[in-house]
């Protein structure tokens, strides 16, 4: 089911829903590796939370061998080499270019798998989080398998996860 552990948090100290959810990279529900058809990732990004407006704030970077953590896909991340992107768009591109009926962005902070997630990154990853929801934009945190990283970011946000229903 895609999105894989899709999660919705808020902060600590409030009662008011955030518009702020954590989740799994598109196709994690398959399996751990193997290339992602698009159409599998459209269903992801058809399947996240509704909102006027959607950021995809990304965690995915490397795996502790090197491998990019998008190269399961026909886009990469917007940090690669040119040699790593093979001429492939961006993700952010990728998702211009498919025409979703809503606006959407992505912000990339690149980490590495099984890693705990730099000081400085956990800060960045925060003032975005912050600014976005500000703004009104629904915010989707999302890692390789949708745990690790994500929660060291929430944990780091004062978020706490929300078992409310809709």
Known sequence: MEPYRLRRW???SSTDRLAFYTCARPGRSKGKSGDVADEVVYKWL???PQGEKVAI???????PNG??????YSFCGAWESPEERRRRPTFAEWIAE???DRPMKVVEHPTED???VKPRILDAVERDVH?????GWTVILVD???ETRTKQVCSHLQFVEDSRRP
């Open 10 to 12: 808020n902060e600590r």
């Open 46 to 48: 058809q399947n996240l």
């Open 57 to 63: 704030v990304s965690l995915l970077g490397w795996k």
């Open 67 to 72: 491998m990019s953590e998008f190269s399961f």
């Open 98 to 100: 498919s025409n979703q």
């Open 114 to 116: 099984y890693e705990p």
């Open 131 to 135: 600014r976005l929801l500000e703004h």
């Open 144 to 146: 390789s398998g949708g």
